[in-house]
């Protein structure tokens, strides 16, 4: 280590100081023994109780200290925003090092809440850490100093560490009572607002859309419509040289968690991952979606969506709903190239008809596109008892699909009321036989439930009066608790299923309305298109009896299901 007189040669930026004054009179002599390490430490919510814990009233404290006492070379090492229960502070971190490294002889803090407010901790290091490293303690105002063990401060010293800690767990206590009631009222809680956002000039609490980064953001969504993965996207945008986010917050001086990247164009999977999960781009407040298991655990985990509150259009959305919530479909879907390197804007839509599987892709090696095709996975996997060998080529099937595209789009286009009439006729009729099916399933199962409680009731009487014995109690209560789980995730389950027929009218306005949003004509199909418009593709089996090939293909559209375009064109033509 290379000792300087009366102060530190330390980094000059917060955590550490280095503006320990000498005082070349008092200890020129001592210039080469150990130095004297005088440690500050200041949190936001010491912050607020007053001067008195400033970081500069501290200083003074603690070198008027070394000065009285004719201390060596007193060293400065700081924290300035950083909380006692948490010991992985730099400036404290920089100070141990020196302390193991041994070149600390004395250690002076204002008091002991200064080390910290982790009794256990503080008491580990005053007790052992210190003491093994021939470093003596010295807590000035509450007179602790591990060279007077017979002394009055050292035997109140573990009340006080205990008196440090409550403090601490007290003001987290009311810390996170107000973040919860800012969090329920629907206040934005986190403090790095979203790629994508910034924060209104006018109210801070407020996010308006950063357009440049929108724009990404929009490209990604886009993207992912397409049919690309998170790491083909991250690969695309890291080749053209787009800033990454954390990156580009540092550039336009917004604050950001972690240092700036060393390769700023650099994105990650994970990055782009998180990108397409967060409800914020559709308008949307989330808050609580991670929590710390203690005070002592600085590690954020995600919380589980029951425990996050969402608060729709709080501001202005950057992506559409119907977009989220396809790419959240897609990005349950696995994307996967072929060993000839190629995709397909299928992927994850086509399905066999016969057993429900999805459909396995299939690339020829020998560089002809047209050679591509789709396979029942089930017979593909050598299950052939289960399963016919479904085969249908990919050019044929994209010609299929954006004939079916074009038919539909052009009846809405041209004949749009005719187009609701029908699709309003046959989706009436298949939802009040759904309707009414969901309606008798929920009466019994809500039926079943209050039985289930007035049982409860009766076996809780019967133990408490000795009818029934414990052993069976417990065993018929946790029969009917399950049962009663079950039963009301059910009827949560068919009331949003009742819902979602009962807006029958709504998802076909929703449709026509994405159609129209399209161009007059689609000459060709592409990935956001395809994802965008249709849910799902079933393929039969081929029919071969009338002595040509014969095979059908279903389309199932968002939002509308199957669209009977045999019956549009026939009623079209009448």
């Known amino acids: 280590m290379t000792e300087v007189q009366n102060c530190a040669i330390l980094n000059p930026t917060n955590p550490v100081s280095t503006d320990a004054p000498t005082e070349k009179e008092d200890m020129t002599e001592m210039s080469g023994a150990k130095i004297t390490a005088l440690y500050c430490r200041l949190s936001q919510e010491d912050e607020r109780l007053g001067e008195s814990l400033s970081i500069e009233h501290?200083?003074?404290?603690?070198?008027?200290?070394?000065?009285?006492?004719?201390?060596?070379?007193?060293?400065?090492?700081?924290?300035?925003?950083?909380?006692?229960?948490?010991?992985?502070?730099?400036?404290?971190?920089k100070m141990l090092t020196e302390i193991e490294a041994g070149h600390v002889g004395i250690l002076l803090t204002k008091d002991l809440s200064r080390l910290g407010r982790n009794s256990a901790m503080v008491g580990l290091y005053t007790t052992y850490t210190f003491p093994q490293n021939g470093v003596r303690y010295i807590a000035i105002n509450d007179g602790f100093d591990t060279a007077d063990q017979l002394g009055v401060g050292n035997d109140m010293a573990g009340i006080r560490n205990w008196f440090n800690e409550f403090f601490a767990k007290d003001t987290s206590r009311k810390i996170r009572a107000v973040n919860r009631a800012k969090g329920e009222r629907g206040v934005p809680l986190t403090a790095n607002v979203p790629y994508g956002y910034m924060k209104d000039p006018a109210d801070p609490k407020h996010w308006v859309v950063d357009p440049e980064a929108a724009a990404v953001v929009k490209r990604i969504f886009s993207m992912c419509m397409e049919g690309r993965g998170p790491h083909?996207?991250?690969?695309?945008?890291?080749?053209?040289?787009?800033?990454?986010?954390?990156?580009?917050?540092?550039?336009?001086?917004?604050?950001?968690?972690?240092g700036n990247p060393e390769n700023p164009c650099f994105w990650g999977s994970s990055t782009v991952e998180r990108l397409l999960e967060r409800r914020e781009y559709i308008g949307c407040t989330v808050n609580f979606r991670t929590y710390r298991n203690s005070i002592w655990d600085k590690k954020q985990r995600e919380n589980p969506p029951e425990k996050q509150l969402i608060f729709p259009d709080t501001h202005e959305a950057i992506i559409d709903k119907d977009v989220f919530e396809r790419v959240q479909e897609i990005r349950q879907q696995r994307h996967r190239k072929t060993k000839t390197g190629r995709s397909t804007i299928f992927s994850g839509l086509v399905y066999c008809a016969d057993c429900g599987a999805r459909m396995h892709y299939n690339s020829k090696g020998n560089g002809r596109t047209?050679?591509?095709?789709?396979?029942?996975s089930t017979y593909h996997n050598k299950r052939k008892g289960n399963c016919?060998?479904?085969?249908?080529?990919?050019?044929?099937?994209?010609?299929?699909?954006?004939?079916?595209?074009?038919?539909?789009?052009?009846?809405?286009?041209?004949?749009?009321?005719?187009?609701?009439?029908?699709?309003?006729?046959?989706?009436?009729?298949?939802?009040?036989?759904?309707?009414?099916?969901?309606?008798?399933?929920?009466?019994?199962?809500?039926?079943?439930?209050?039985?289930?409680?007035?049982?409860?009731?009766?076996?809780?009487?019967?133990?408490?009066?000795?009818?029934?014995?414990?052993?069976?109690?417990?065993?018929?209560?946790?029969?009917?608790?399950?049962?009663?789980?079950?039963?009301?995730?059910?009827?949560?389950?068919?009331?949003?299923?009742?819902?979602?027929?009962?807006?029958?009218?709504?998802?076909?306005?929703?449709?026509?309305?994405?159609?129209?949003?399209?161009?007059?004509?689609?000459?060709?199909?592409?990935?956001?298109?395809?994802?965008?418009?249709?849910?799902?593709?079933?393929?039969?089996?081929?029919?071969?009896?009338?002595?040509?090939?014969?095979?059908?293909?279903?389309?199932?559209?968002?939002?509308?299901?199957?669209?009977?375009?045999?019956?549009?064109?026939?009623?079209?033509?009448?």
């Open 58 to 93: 501290q200083k003074e404290i603690l070198l008027q200290y070394a000065r009285e006492h004719r201390f060596p070379n007193p060293t400065f090492f700081v924290d300035d925003g950083y909380s006692g229960t948490n010991f992985d502070r730099p400036g404290f971190q």
């Open 370 to 376: 047209d050679q591509a095709f789709f396979e029942c």
């Open 232 to 258: 083909q996207i991250a690969t695309q945008l890291t080749a053209e040289g787009v800033l990454n986010p954390t990156a580009y917050k540092h550039r336009n001086g917004i604050p950001a968690p972690g």
């Open 388 to 574: 016919s060998g479904h085969y249908i080529r990919e050019s044929v099937l994209n010609l299929i699909v954006l004939k079916h595209i074009q038919a539909v789009t052009d009846c809405i286009l041209f004949h749009e009321e005719h187009f609701r009439r029908v699709m309003y006729e046959q989706r009436q009729a298949q939802s009040q036989e759904e309707i009414r099916s969901l309606k008798n399933q929920l009466k019994r199962d809500e039926k079943r439930i209050a039985e289930l409680k007035r049982l409860f009731m009766k076996i809780y009487e019967d133990n408490a009066t000795g009818r029934l014995s414990n052993d069976r109690y417990e065993m018929l209560s946790a029969a009917y608790e399950t049962e009663q789980k079950q039963l009301e995730d059910e009827v949560i389950r068919v009331r949003e299923a009742i819902d979602v027929q009962e807006r029958q009218a709504e998802s076909l306005e929703q449709f026509i309305q994405r159609i129209k949003g399209h161009a007059i004509e689609i000459d060709h199909l592409d990935g956001t298109i395809l994802h965008e418009l249709i849910g799902a593709i079933y393929i039969g089996a081929p029919d071969k009896s009338s002595g040509k090939r014969v095979q059908h293909v279903h389309i199932k559209y968002n939002c509308i299901g199957f669209i009977p375009i045999r019956k549009l064109m026939e009623q079209q033509t009448a």
